[in-house]
């Protein structure tokens, strides 16, 4: 052992070094937001609050029940219940979310083939109440109605989430299939 980590070891080097740093900043402004006062924006693409991503069109929510967004959960915090409807097509009767139980992993959202579901940029959701966390069909598109409705929930989906059908075009050392590429983009010139 050298005489230098003797020495540090004797007079207690990294606890000095430490006290240093505490006195250092003992005397300098705080950094702590006071938070209903000031408040934070929340980073671009933040994966906040669920919603059911409301159809334009009709209204109604966007799901069709697959169920992928359920399949691919690590919390299995999504339940979804299908009816049979007129003509054998699936009607989603509930649709529910134990956000409690959720890690915000956004897997549900890249699963949709439909783009039916969506986490918000709102974050101060706090409550006394465990049955307020038990996010229900109707609860899930208010939150699309409040915090994600009209081009802004258009823009979220086209710059935070992935994959899109740009993702998956064939580069050129990629095998494909004859007849699928167009001749003009053939490496080889056959």
Same mark, same amino acid.
């Given at each position: ?16 070094? @430490? ?9 300098? %402004?705080?950094?702590? $937001?006071?938070? #209903? ?9 933040? $994966? ?25 959960? #690590? ?8 009816? *049979?409807? +007129? /003509?054998?097509? %699936?009607?989603?009767?509930?649709? !529910? ?12 959202? !890249?699963?949709? +083939? ?16 465990? *049955? /307020?966390?038990?996010?229900?069909? /109707? ?10 409705? @009209? ?10 989430? $992935? #994959? ?7 580069? *050129? *050392?990629?095998?494909?299939?004859? @007849?699928?590429? #167009? !001749? ?7």
């Amino acid at each position: 052992m050298k005489v230098s980590a003797i020495i540090k070891k004797i007079f207690l080097w990294e606890i000095l070094k @430490g006290l240093a740093l505490t006195l250092s900043r003992l005397f300098t %402004k705080p950094v702590t $937001r006071r938070y #209903p006062k000031e408040k934070r924006q929340a980073a671009p693409g933040f $994966r906040g609050l669920h919603a059911l991503v409301r159809n334009p069109v009709t209204g109604d929510a966007k799901c069709v029940g697959c169920g992928l967004c359920a399949a691919v959960c #690590p919390s299995k915090c999504i339940n979804i219940h299908t009816i *049979d409807g +007129p /003509d054998h097509q %699936k009607i989603v009767e509930r649709y !529910e979310i134990e956000v409690l139980r959720c890690v915000f992993c956004a897997f549900c959202v !890249e699963a949709c +083939p439909y783009g039916a579901i969506s986490l918000t940029e709102h974050f101060e959701y706090s409550n006394y109440s465990r *049955d /307020d966390f038990y996010m229900t069909r /109707d609860k899930l598109l208010s939150n699309w109605d409040k915090y994600m409705s @009209g081009k802004k929930g258009i823009e979220y989906f086209e710059r935070f989430w $992935r #994959p899109k059908s740009e993702d998956f075009t064939a580069h *050129d *050392d990629q095998a494909v299939f004859s @007849g699928s590429r #167009p !001749e003009t983009e053939r490496p080889d010139g056959d």
